[in-house]
């Protein structure tokens, strides 16, 4: 949370946007779509965007899917927006070569003037590893050695470092975007392995995709005892916790948010405009796409040596197509 006027806390929202084939009622969302959904988002005081990683979708029963390059879109983003956040939701270590990676990161930075996040994980869906000729095994050995360049060339600059799977030799990164070190890395986890380099790398914990709250405070129960393990202090992590609640989601809108930290207690959920309230299509730039409500949960500072002040931050859930938590309507992404 950020302090406000009035001398309180302020929750912070951020929204998903999806990049993936017929996901925005039925059609594909075009880059004009997507830039005025991240505009409009950023007009109405939002606080954060986010783009998912994948490079298609392929599930038995289902029909095949591909999705948007997403650090195309995000440089694109940055370019076209002037103060909320940025990053993708997460940026999978397996598709980029991990000093790459850090360079794209910090040109991603320099494009947003210090906006920019980078969410990373390790990937899971096997079938775009096998279409697009990346090794599937291993993954979470390949996703440590990737920090281990990912982290030092953005903290400090240089990295020198030679693994089983990745090297990077006398690596430098230069020249620096206005974050210098400071760049805010946030790592997708939920195994102990993975928990464990959340601890040691992680500015903040990304939990994603919860149905209900139990296992929400069960994983945070985990990722404080994997700070435990390497000797840091849990309250100086922060924690992205986003949860689904859309129809046809197993645990749909049954389940509520969590406290996460310290006794806080988290926002309360809000529901859908009574009837006679004109409510709007959130970020649905063609009208007719099916509601979703929007919930967020209070979570540590992202940054280690946040101060007092910044004790709680909130993030928001997921939001592709539709919501009912502004109050005007967006204006329709024309195609040319």
Not at 94 to 107: C, E, Q, V
Not at 151 to 171: I, M
Not at 217 to 224: C, G, P, S, T
Not at 238 to 248: I, V
């Amino acid at each position: 949370m950020a302090a406000s006027s009035s001398g309180g806390r302020r929750m912070k929202i951020g929204l998903s946007l999806s990049l993936s084939e017929r996901s925005l009622n039925g059609q594909t969302p075009t880059y004009r779509d997507v830039q005025a959904m991240a505009q409009e988002a950023e007009h109405i005081g939002c606080d954060s965007v986010w783009l998912a990683d994948h490079l298609l979708s392929r599930f038995p029963g289902q029909d095949e899917s591909g999705q948007w390059e997403v650090f195309s879109f995000l440089a694109a983003l940055a370019a076209n927006t002037s103060r909320i956040a940025l990053g993708p939701l997460v940026a999978c270590t397996s598709f980029r070569n991990p000093a790459l990676l850090a360079k794209i990161a910090d040109s991603l930075d320099e494009i947003s003037q210090g906006r920019f996040i980078l969410g990373l994980g390790a990937g899971w869906h096997e079938p775009e590893y096998k279409a697009f000729g990346y090794p599937f095994d291993h993954r979470a050995s390949r996703f440590e050695e990737a920090l281990q360049i990912i982290v030092p060339l953005l903290r400090e600059g240089h990295v020198d470092f030679t693994g089983t799977y990745y090297q990077a030799e006398n690596c430098v990164l230069r020249p620096r975007g206005p974050s210098g070190g400071r760049l805010p890395i946030w790592i997708g986890a939920r195994r102990p392995r993975m928990l464990d380099l959340v601890a040691r790398y992680a500015d903040a914990h990304n939990a994603v995709w919860h149905v209900d709250t139990a296992t929400l405070v069960a994983e945070f129960d985990d990722l404080h005892a994997a700070c435990a393990r390497v000797g840091r202090d849990p309250a100086r992590r922060g924690a992205q916790a986003r949860r689904p609640e859309h129809p046809g989601h197993a645990g749909g809108g049954g389940c509520r948010t969590a406290p996460l930290c310290r006794g806080r207690r988290p926002a309360p959920r809000r529901d859908p405009p009574a009837k006679g309230r004109r409510g709007h299509p959130a970020l649905c730039p063609r009208a007719g796409a099916a509601r979703r409500r929007l919930t967020a949960v209070p979570i540590h500072p992202c940054r280690p040596g946040a101060g007092a002040d910044a004790v709680v931050h909130c993030h928001t859930i997921w939001m592709p197509a539709c919501g009912e938590t502004a109050t005007r309507r967006w204006p329709c992404a024309r195609r040319r």
